[in-house]
């Protein structure tokens, strides 16, 4: 399983665009990039999910370069709410299961 | 459509007894994965239930067991209670895509 390294913490104001950057040089051919939001108390949330280049949904983008070393979770505009855990994830699924294997995450505090 | 649910949402047991707890998958989906998550710390992979068997499993005691039944809900058991066993369990359900999702958790305290 490829291992991911993020940075511990970031801070940011509301407003601004944050970027969240995760490496993972061993990513293997069938892993997918996940990243997961996680409020105190509460079960991770699903944010983003890609495989290459770029995706994008209502809450984030996830930017994914050509070798897939590294990929970019990016907020739009952040609000206080925005304040949270977010945990970059790489894995597949294969054989009929598949595992998730967290790291410390990031954890993102939002200023007013 | 319900999401990963889990139950009960907060337990405190007493060290020595046992605990079980519950979890019921996203409909449509028929893999279940535990997880442990003490304060402060990432979740760590307990074990993962696909087809009703134990298919792969991290890197804790016997203590803790499960089962996955034919609707594909699941129990995790843990036996012989210790202080440090205190945290918030998640359970999260997959199909057969690289998708999981988490439910709410269940806080537990072993005191």
């Known amino acids: 399983l490829a291992k991911t390294t993020q940075p511990i913490s970031m801070d940011s104001y509301e407003g601004q665009e944050v970027n969240i950057t995760c490496s993972h040089n061993?990513?293997?051919?069938?892993?997918?990039i996940t990243w997961y939001q996680q409020f105190p108390s509460q079960g991770p949330r699903f944010i983003i999910q890609?495989?290459?280049t770029k995706v994008t949904n209502e809450v984030a983008s996830l930017f994914i370069p050509a070798d897939r070393k590294s990929s970019t979770l990016s907020l739009p505009r952040v609000s206080l709410s925005d304040t949270a855990v977010y945990y970059c994830?790489?894995?597949?699924?294969?054989?009929?299961?598949?595992?998730?294997?967290f790291g410390a995450g990031t954890r993102l505090a939002v200023h007013p | 459509d319900a999401g990963v649910t889990q139950s009960p949402t907060h337990l405190i047991k007493t060290r020595g007894q046992q605990v079980t707890l519950r979890c019921s998958p996203k409909?449509?989906?028929?893999?279940v994965s535990w997880y442990q998550q003490a304060l402060g710390q990432g979740p760590q992979f307990i074990f993962q239930?696909?087809?009703?068997?134990?298919?792969q499993r991290g890197n804790f005691p016997d203590r803790f067991s499960g089962h996955q039944f034919p609707n594909y809900s699941s129990e995790l058991n843990v036996n012989a209670l210790l202080l440090g066993d205190s945290a918030l369990y998640l359970c999260?359900?997959?199909?057969?895509?690289?998708?999981?999702?988490f439910g709410q958790g269940t806080r537990l305290t072993v005191v």
């Open positions: 999260a359900s997959s199909n057969q895509t690289v998708t999981a999702f």
């Open positions: 061993n990513i293997a051919t069938n892993d997918y």
């Open positions: 890609g495989y290459k």
């Open positions: 994830l790489v894995g597949g699924r294969s054989g009929g299961y598949n595992k998730l294997i």
């Open positions: 409909s449509g989906h028929d893999t």
């Open positions: 239930y696909y087809e009703e068997e134990e298919r």
